[in-house]
């Protein structure tokens, strides 16, 4: 089954306006991440959420989790046109093998300026 | 953290030729790990490389089509051989952080394959 299902597939809005990403999974999981990808070049790591966790902030972003519904959501408050990137969210399974991601298919965000 | 330097940037390569990407970190890692990323895609894991054993491969990939070497616990290689157009991807190394079980990746820059 496919882990890490991301939606929407593209998103572009307005610089200053905030962003919302989601991400639905299936199987039990230790922990979920967010990534950035610039133009198809290395993945960045954004935030870190474990399966004990509800919610976590790191500057101007938020990640949400709910394991009842196995979903995540990134938000990017005040976005900049520096944002526009790819972003991924994948997850660490629960009695998988260490550092062993599933990466959903990601979002394309545009900031417009 | 961890500062990963992948080359080649980028190749443009003739089909039935083989390309070889490094991946050197600036810190002893245990487990390497290589991905593919097709175009418009996500990223799929191809194998975990283990220093001093042979790499551990995610089903649909095997050694023979994606041989990799690690000599030691700050280098890699992934050699792509028999390139045919469907191999025209991005290839990432990346390594885990020291923090335990599950930690978050560090990548490499990728190398953008073009198979013509």
């Known amino acids: 089954s496919q882990q890490g299902e991301e939606d929407p597939q593209a998103l572009s809005i307005q610089e200053g306006e905030n962003a919302t990403m989601n991400c639905s999974y299936k199987?039990?999981?230790?922990?979920l991440q967010w990534y950035r990808q610039n133009s198809g070049r290395g993945l960045v790591h954004l935030i870190l959420?474990?399966?004990?966790?509800r919610e976590k902030h790191s500057g101007r972003l938020r990640v949400t989790l709910d394991t009842s519904k196995k979903s995540s959501s990134l938000l990017i408050t005040a976005s900049r046109a520096a944002d526009t990137a790819s972003y991924f969210c994948?997850?660490?399974?629960?009695?998988?093998?260490?550092?062993?991601?599933?990466f959903g298919k990601g979002t394309l965000l545009t900031v417009n300026p | 953290s961890a500062v990963i330097s992948q080359k080649p940037s980028r190749d443009i390569c003739q089909r039935g030729t083989s390309l070889t990407i490094q991946c050197q970190v600036d810190?002893?890692?245990?487990?390497m790990f290589w991905y593919r990323q097709q175009p418009g895609q996500s990223l799929t894991l191809i194998a975990t490389?283990?220093?001093?054993?042979?790499?551990?491969?995610e089903s649909g990939f095997v050694i023979d089509k994606f041989p990799i070497s690690r000599p030691n616990l700050t280098f890699s290689t992934l050699t792509v051989s028999n390139l045919s157009p469907e191999d025209s991807s991005i290839y990432l190394c990346?390594?885990?952080?020291?923090?335990?079980?599950?930690?978050?990746?560090?990548f490499g820059s990728g190398t953008q394959l073009s198979v013509l």
């Open positions: 990346s390594v885990g952080g020291q923090g335990g079980i599950n930690e978050k990746l560090f």
């Open positions: 199987t039990s999981i230790n922990n």
């Open positions: 959420i474990r399966s004990n966790e």
């Open positions: 994948a997850t660490a399974n629960s009695g998988g093998s260490n550092y062993k991601l599933t």
């Open positions: 810190s002893q890692v245990t487990m």
């Open positions: 490389a283990n220093q001093g054993s042979e790499a551990t491969y």
